[in-house]
């Protein structure tokens, strides 16, 4: 079945095959199969990081995983490397995303989406497979979405709630075909972010998305300990392990102040920065400024693209200060990063 009409997408992200320039070196997608590792994988992405690249790993927006830091004289033992976890080939399939809480069956339809999208679909394309609960994704951005419901899967093509059909069907249904689509009554709940004990699982949030793979070998280590098999990756630059464990240097209480602060790479590890985004957004969680916080290195605002009550905009060594707003709006002033303390000041 051939998808009914293109999708317009523009852009593309950073994969295996085509690393992305940054201020530290090469930087790399990785894309799970269904969004979780295995710890052999988790551990050997540890490996990754720490040989061939910086020893950094951001976690994405689309519950992805980014190596940091590579260089290009590394990529063909990256290659290899991947290719021995199986995170290599088939790079569009593994590009769906799926709620961390999924069981066996939406699991299932996940993979055989993927396996059924085209190869030649641009990286900017996203898929995701929701089985709702309180970790649901049903709300995150993605250019088609199933989504597991009392009346059936419910399918959304470009933020439109087309109708639902059953699991058999709804492969074909994304791809195109309608025919077998029903009216839907209720529209799924999106979920949110929960950290700590759910259950069996443990979720734990990395500050700014950010771990290194010392963390990642310890998370790996205490999981193997605990009976887990595997780590879950969500939207929310937060993991979930299939293990009750400790927060391991992560976070795992969901009123952490640095959780309300989203900041980019910043300098000197993005060529746009000029300014040390994430450790100025420490000394702000530190200060108990109120409201959700956006530090951006320049005015792409890559971090976050949703308003902040409290925006700082990197520009020559300062920030421009937005109220209520995102970082491409005009700033009101401007502030030293050693000046930061003023802005308790209103």
């Excluded at 290899?80 to 290599?88: E, N, P, V």
């Excluded at 989406?113 to 085209?118: K, Y």
């Excluded at 087309?162 to 209720?186: E, F, I, Y």
């Excluded at 400790?246 to 746009?272: K, V």
Aim: one cysteine or more; aromatic letters at 2%; a neutral charge.
């Amino acid at each position: 079945m051939s998808l009914a009409a293109p999708f317009e997408i523009k852009g593309w992200c950073p994969g295996a095959l085509r690393p992305m320039p940054s201020g530290d070196g090469l930087l790399v997608r990785v894309r799970p199969w269904c969004g979780a590792v295995t710890l052999e994988q988790a551990a050997g992405l540890a490996d990754i990081s720490a040989t061939l690249g910086n020893g950094c790993i951001d976690l994405t927006r689309r519950a992805n995983l980014q190596i940091r830091g590579l260089r290009e004289d590394h990529l063909p033992a990256l290659h290899d490397a991947l290719d021995r976890l199986g995170l290599l080939e088939d790079e569009a399939a593994r590009n769906v995303m799926v709620d961390p809480l999924a069981g066996a069956e939406v699991r299932a339809l996940a993979l055989a989406l993927g396996r059924a999208l085209p190869a030649n679909l641009p990286t900017k394309f996203g898929a995701l497979v929701d089985g709702g609960g309180p970790l649901s994704i049903a709300g995150e951005r993605a250019t088609i979405a199933l989504c597991v419901t009392s009346e059936g899967v419910a399918l959304r093509v470009d933020g439109e709630w087309l109708g639902a059909t059953t699991p058999d069907r709804a492969v074909a249904a994304a791809l195109g075909d309608r025919r077998w689509l029903s009216k839907m009554t209720v529209t799924p709940v999106p979920g949110r972010r929960r950290l700590g004990r759910i259950g069996g699982v443990t979720g734990l949030a990395a500050p700014f998305g950010r771990i290194d793979a010392s963390q990642l070998r310890a998370l790996v280590g205490a999981c193997a300990t605990a009976g887990g098999s595997q780590l879950r990756l969500s939207p929310w630059r937060a993991l979930y392990v299939d293990a009750a464990i400790d927060a391991n240097g992560l976070i795992a209480d969901e009123s952490d102040p640095l959780l309300r602060i989203e900041a980019c790479p910043g300098a000197p590890a993005c060529s746009s920065a000029t300014v040390d985004t994430r450790g100025d957004a420490r000394r702000l969680a530190a200060m108990g400024i109120a409201g959700t916080i956006h530090v951006s290195g320049c005015a792409k605002g890559c971090a976050r693209s949703a308003p902040a009550d409290l925006v700082l905009v990197g520009r020559e060594g300062r920030y421009g200060v937005v109220r209520h707003g995102t970082a491409r709006d005009p700033a009101s002033r401007t502030v030293a990063p050693d000046a930061l303390g003023s802005l308790l000041d209103g």
